[in-house]
Nanobody, 124 residues
Framework: QVPLVESGGGLVQAGASLRVSCAAS????????MGWFRQAPGKEREFVAA????????YYADSVKGRFTISRDNAKNTVYLQMNSLKPEDTAVYYC?????????????????WGQGTQVTVSS
């Protein structure tokens, strides 16, 4: 088990920035590839970004490329999602997820562990 706890969500205006965090418990955080997903009301959970174990590789959904940055600090067992130039369509519950994989999965079914989510609301 890898307990994951997201934090940092909130209400911001369009164009603002926000950073959400995901803290993991345990001593094996560095063996997991990490991903961020989001789910808006009435929609399926969708991929946002993923990062490799070392942080050397990352991948983004086209909708957030150039605006969002995923990073991780293995010493703190934490993965971050820096969100800039936020748009109302970024409003969703944001979830982090973990999997032991050398590739960067982009679908929900490929991840083994999930956090409870943090709400991000962007007003126009």
């Amino acid at each position: 088990q890898v307990p994951l706890v997201e934090s940092g969500g909130g209400l911001v205006q369009a164009g603002a920035s926000l950073r959400v965090s995901c803290a993991a418990s345990g001593r094996t955080f560095s063996v997991y590839a990490m991903g961020w997903f989001r789910q808006a009301p009435g929609k399926e959970r969708e991929f946002v970004a993923a990062i490799s174990q070392s942080g050397g590789r990352s991948y983004y959904a086209d909708s957030v490329k150039g605006r969002f940055t995923i990073s991780r600090d293995n010493a703190k067992n934490t993965v971050y999602l820096q969100m800039n130039s936020l748009k109302p369509e970024d409003t969703a519950v944001y979830y982090c997820a973990a999997v032991r994989s050398i590739v960067l999965p982009r679908t929900t079914r490929e991840y083994d562990y999930w956090g409870q989510g943090t709400q991000v609301t962007v007003s126009s």
